[in-house]
C-alpha cells in the first residue's frame, strides 16, 4: 500500500483540482456512523452532513464518490476526487504523500470487541488494512490479520478467525449494542491519531485553505459540534467555540 502511494504521489501537481465550483467528495461509504450507503443507494452519515455543509460555506458545490479504503489516498492523488473525507485520522505518514485541513473530528478511541470476556487480545486480532488501528495492533506483539473492509473484521471474529477485532470504538458501540451479547468490548480503550481530517492533494492549497476557513466557521458556531452529538451522542468529544476539544 505504501509503495504505491508514494509512486501515485507524483500525480499531484497535474492533477490538482483548478479551484472550480465544483468539488468531488471521496468516501469509502462503508464506515457507520461516519460514512455509509444508505437504502436510497446514497452516502450517508455524520461526515455526509459536514461534507456538505463545509461545501456550503465555502461556496462550491460537493459531488460524492465512493471509493474502496485501500485505494482511497492514491485514487486522490490521481484525480478521481478532489478530497478524502472517510474517517481518516490525521498522521505524519500520510501528511507525507496528502494534506489535510485541520481536524473536523477529535481524537477518538480505539477499542477491542471479541466474542468472550477472556478472548486473548495479544493473540490474533483483526483490523482494517492501512488504518491507525492495523499499525498498532502490528506493534504490540498480537498476530495482526487485515481485512479489506471493516465488515469483514467483524465476521472474522464471529466465525473465530481472529481473537478480537480493534477499530473506532464509535464505530463498533452499535455492532456490540445489536449482538444481542454476542460481542462485547474487551481491554482497555486506546486513544490514536490526531484527529480526523479532510485529506486534499498537496498542490490543493487554495481548497483547503477554504474548507479550512469553512471548518473553524462551524466549530465557533456550534453547528460541528451539534452534528457529532447527532450521529455519536451526547457524550461524545466535541468542540469549544475557539476550537479546542472538549470532553463532555
Request: a negative charge; hydrophobic letters at 45%; aromatic letters at 8%.
Amino acid at each position: 500500500m505504501k509503495k504505491l502511494i508514494l509512486t501515485t504521489a507524483a500525480l499531484a501537481l497535474s492533477a490538482g483540482m483548478a479551484m472550480a465550483d465544483t468539488v468531488r467528495m471521496g468516501t469509502e461509504g462503508a464506515y457507520p456512523p461516519y460514512n455509509f450507503i444508505n437504502d436510497a443507494g446514497e452516502v450517508d452519515g455524520f461526515e455526509r452532513e459536514v461534507g456538505d455543509e463545509l461545501c456550503t460555506r465555502a461556496g462550491l458545490t460537493c459531488e460524492w464518490v465512493k471509493n474502496d479504503w485501500d485505494s482511497i489516498i492514491p485514487n486522490l492523488v490521481s484525480g478521481n476526487y478532489d478530497t478524502i473525507i472517510a474517517g481518516m485520522s490525521i498522521t505524519p505518514e500520510r501528511d507525507e504523500v496528502i494534506d489535510f485541513t485541520q481536524d473536523y473530528f477529535p481524537p477518538a478511541a480505539s477499542a477491542y470487541v471479541a466474542a468472550s470476556a477472556d478472548a486473548d487480545i495479544e493473540d490474533v486480532v483483526a483490523a482494517q488494512t492501512a488504518t491507525l488501528q492495523a499499525g498498532f495492533v502490528a506493534d504490540s506483539g498480537a498476530t495482526l490479520v487485515e481485512f479489506a473492509t471493516p465488515e469483514e473484521t467483524i465476521a472474522a471474529v464471529r466465525n473465530g478467525e481472529a481473537s478480537a477485532v480493534f477499530a473506532d470504538k464509535d464505530f463498533l458501540v452499535p455492532i456490540v449494542e445489536e449482538s444481542n451479547g454476542e460481542l462485547m468490548f474487551v481491554g482497555e480503550d486506546v486513544a490514536l491519531g490526531s484527529g480526523i481530517g479532510v485529506g486534499v492533494r498537496e498542490s490543493d492549497g487554495e481548497l483547503k485553505g477554504k474548507l479550512d476557513e469553512a471548518i473553524t466557521s462551524m466549530k465557533a458556531d456550534g453547528s460541528l459540534t451539534a452534528l457529532i452529538k447527532k450521529w455519536f451522542g451526547e457524550g461524545a468529544v466535541t468542540y469549544g467555540e475557539d476550537g479546542s476539544v472538549v470532553t463532555n
